[in-house]
């Protein structure tokens, strides 16, 4: 799958401060909008949202101290985020203390999505906060395990899938692994979850056919997913962290290197996943595009 052990010096998330305050503005946005869709919690998984709490609290303050401050004395903890001017005094373990749960609340003050699995072998998704899932939500997954959500995956993908599955049994406390996902949109749409899924098919069937060389590079988008991977130290629960980037593939091009790289991905993706990332009705124009722009430097 990738993975990567996530170093000291690196963030659990990151903070793009270039689009920071859009995408918490877009969260809260959703959340208003369909509380129950975009956020599952309740007192089966408070234990767990308490120790993602406090892991993303205290790394954001040792790698962004200039945007964020935690203070503890005791249970008490006192925050401040100088991005939005927010803070908070809260008592560490009591709900009450908090005007959110636990993981509602410090997810509304990063970029990524939260999700909690749980502690047994079967690694089966229980909640968290997710507004820019690609084609999934809350709702689709919980109760199912990490093999049976990736079950319907490209026959290419499958040795990976288990080898992930193993991976996440035998994921200890006090380290986070980190990957990166990939896919091809005709969009830039952060909130991609499942009930965009039939606008989005409509829309990708309609424009798909007519994409040439000449304007594939704005039309489609590459959509990364920096994922991390973390056991939680007192519930043995899962964190799985997903910072959702979008960039038009004219911009990541203007690099003839890094044009290279992409077009040497989409090359050499196996038939069956090419289908499955639904890029085969833009592959054409796709590696005309950066074909060009890969021997223009």
Not at 53 to 80: I, K
Not at 122 to 149: H, M, P, Y
């Amino acid at each position: 799958m990738g993975m990567r052990l996530l170093k000291a010096d690196e963030p659990l998330c990151e903070v793009d401060l270039s689009k920071y305050t859009v995408e918490t503005s877009l969260k809260e946005q959703l959340l208003a909008e369909d509380y129950p869709y975009y956020f599952q919690g309740g007192a089966s998984t408070i234990t767990a949202q308490w120790d993602v709490l406090e892991l993303v609290t205290t790394n954001l303050a040792q790698h962004y101290p200039e945007h964020f401050q935690l203070q503890c004395e005791g249970d008490v903890w006192r925050w401040h985020n100088a991005i939005t001017g927010a803070t908070a005094t809260f008592h560490f373990g009591d709900p009450a203390t908090l005007p959110l749960e636990p993981i509602d609340w410090i997810g509304r003050q990063i970029q990524e999505d939260l999700v909690l699995l749980s502690a047994d072998s079967a690694a089966t998704f229980v909640g968290g906060q997710l507004c820019f899932a690609n084609g999934w939500a809350i709702s689709d997954r919980l109760g199912k395990s990490f093999l049976e959500i990736h079950q319907r995956t490209p026959p290419a993908t499958i040795p990976s899938v288990e080898t992930g599955a193993r991976f996440l049994q035998n994921l200890k406390p006090g380290r986070t692994y980190w990957r990166m996902s990939w896919n091809f949109k005709l969009s830039d749409q952060m909130d991609m979850t499942t009930r965009h899924k039939p606008a989005y098919k409509a829309d990708f069937a309609q424009r798909a056919p007519l994409l040439t060389a000449d304007d594939v590079g704005s039309a489609v988008f590459i959509r990364i997913e920096r994922q991390t991977f973390t056991r939680l130290p007192r519930s043995q629960g899962l964190l799985f962290g997903i910072h959702t980037y979008n960039s038009s593939v004219a911009e990541e091009a203007t690099d003839p290197i890094r044009a290279r790289s992409v077009l040497n991905v989409v090359r050499e993706a196996p038939r069956d996943v090419k289908d499955y990332k639904a890029i085969t009705p833009i592959e054409t124009s796709l590696v005309s595009f950066l074909e060009a722009r890969a021997t223009s430097g």
